[in-house]
C-alpha cells in the first residue's frame, strides 16, 4: 500500500512493514513475518519492480515478528539484512528474556495470533548472517537511512530516520494499535524488555524531521517526532 512519494506499507495494523521505492533500488524496513513474502511480492509488481531491485533490508530490531522474511532474502537473493550490534544474536538465534505480557483481551490476542499463524509466524525463520549497525551510521542504501538507538523495547532496538520518505520507522519503541488488547492510539509496546528505558529512549528523535511515524503495529501516524514522547507519557 502506498502511503506517500517514495513510502510503502506491507501487511496491515497488525504487522506491518515497509519498503523504500527510489530511482537507485529499494530499501526494506523489517521483514514482518514469513508469509508477507507474499505482500512483498505484490508490492513490487506493482512497482513493476524485482527483488533484484532491493539493496538491503534494515531490522528496527531482532524480535520473530520484524525479521520473517529476512532469511529467505538474504540467503535467496543476497540482500544484505542490517541490525543494530545488540540485537544481532537475537535475530541470530531468537533468544531473549522472558517479560510480562501486560493486559490482555481475549479477541485481540486471538486475532494477533491467528494472523501470525496465518502468515507462518510460529516458525520464525532466524538469519544467519547479518551486518551490525550502531547509533548514528547512515547506511549507504537507497534514501540514506539514518540509524537512532531506541533501546529499550530491546537492547538494540533503533529507529530508522529516511528524509527522503518524510519518515521516522520506530519499528516497537511505540505502538499505535495494542496487538494484545486491541487498543488503537499512540501508547507503549508490549512484550517490551525494559519499560522506562523504552519511554526514555521516545526523547531521542524529538528533534528529527518528519511527517511520518511508522510502527511495526498500528497505522501509520502522521505527526511530528516533537510530539511523540509527551503523547506517548501521556497515556
Same mark, same amino acid.
Given at each position: ?10 501487511? *496491515?495494523?497488525?504487522?506491518?512493514? =515497509?519498503?523504500?521505492?527510489?530511482? !537507485? ?7 514482518? +513475518? #514469513? /508469509? ?5 511480492q505484490r508490492e513490487l509488481r506493482l512497482l ?71 502468515? *507462518?509466524?510460529?516458525?520464525?525463520? =532466524?538469519?544467519?548472517?547479518?551486518? !551490525? ?7 549507504? +542504501? #537507497? /534514501? ?23 519518515a521516522v520507522f520506530v519499528g516497537d519503541a ?43 503495529h498500528g497505522a501509520p501516524w502522521n505527526t ?12
Open positions: 500500500m502506498k502511503l506517500a512519494p517514495h513510502l510503502h506499507r506491507l501487511g *496491515n495494523d497488525i504487522v506491518a512493514c =515497509y519498503l523504500i521505492d527510489t530511482p !537507485e533500488g529499494i530499501t526494506l524496513i523489517d521483514a514482518g +513475518l #514469513p /508469509g508477507h513474502w507474499r505482500d512483498l513493476d519492480k524485482s527483488v533484484d531491485d532491493i539493496r538491503g533490508l534494515v531490522l528496527t530490531h531482532g524480535d520473530s515478528d520484524h525479521i520473517g522474511f529476512a532469511e529467505r532474502l538474504r540467503r535467496d537473493h543476497g540482500v544484505p539484512v542490517f541490525v543494530h550490534a545488540a540485537d544481532a544474536d537475537r535475530t541470530r538465534t531468537g533468544e531473549k528474556p522472558k517479560v510480562a505480557f501486560g493486559p490482555m483481551r481475549f479477541a485481540a490476542t486471538l486475532g494477533f495470533f491467528a494472523y501470525s499463524i496465518r502468515k *507462518n509466524g510460529l516458525r520464525p525463520r =532466524y538469519v544467519s548472517e547479518v551486518t !551490525e549497525i550502531a547509533d548514528g551510521d547512515v547506511l549507504d +542504501l #537507497p /534514501g540514506n537511512p539514518v540509524i537512532v538507538g531506541m533501546p529499550g523495547h530491546s537492547p538494540g532496538s533503533v529507529a530508522v530516520h529516511v528524509p527522503l520518505a518524510d511505540l505502538t499505535t494499535r495494542h496487538v494484545l488488547t486491541g487498543r488503537s492510539g499512540p501508547q507503549p509496546a508490549p512484550f517490551t524488555d525494559d519499560p522506562t528505558q523504552a519511554l526514555a529512549s521516545l526523547d531521542r528523535i524529538t528533534e528529527l524531521s518528519a511527517s511520518w511515524i511508522l510502527p511495526g511530528s517526532p516533537a510530539q511523540v514522547s509527551q503523547a506517548i507519557k501521556k497515556t
